[in-house]
């Protein structure tokens, strides 16, 4: 059984920085694609980032290049999203995804943790 767990969210002030953790079971991790996307009530959900843990390969969104990082742990089975110089439209709940695409219309991005709330203030 596949099973996410985040931690990490919490409130920041524009300009202020947050990582989220995703401790991940279920699934052989070393050869996975996984990341993470947010999703605001009401409204769609985004895929933000992932990570190919069998060759390092990165994937981000438009709006979150230069700002947010992504990375793995394999040893610890655990993925990271470093959000640096946050903005108010970063506020949502993060999800970590396994497998993970940040391609609309997100095929396969079936399994997902219960989330983690990360609110950004101006």
């Known amino acids: 059984e596949v099973q996410l767990v985040e931690s990490g969210g919490g409130s920041v002030q524009a300009g202020g920085s947050l990582r989220l953790s995703c401790a991940a079971s279920?699934?052989?991790?070393?050869?996975?694609?996984i990341g993470w996307f947010r999703r605001v009530p009401g409204k769609d959900r985004e895929g933000v980032s992932c990570?190919?843990?069998?060759?390092?390969?990165?994937f981000y969104r438009d709006s979150v290049k230069g700002r947010f990082t992504v990375s793995s742990d394999n040893a610890k089975n655990t993925v990271y999203l470093q959000m640096n110089d946050l903005k108010p439209e970063d506020t949502a709940v993060y999800y970590c995804?396994?497998?993970?695409?940040?391609?609309?219309?997100?095929?396969?991005?079936?399994?997902w943790g219960k989330g983690a709330l990360v609110t950004v203030s101006s």
């Open positions: 990570i190919s843990n069998s060759d390092g390969r990165t």
């Open positions: 995804a396994y497998p993970c695409t940040v391609l609309p219309p997100y095929y396969g991005m079936d399994n």
């Open positions: 279920g699934f052989t991790f070393d050869d996975s694609v």
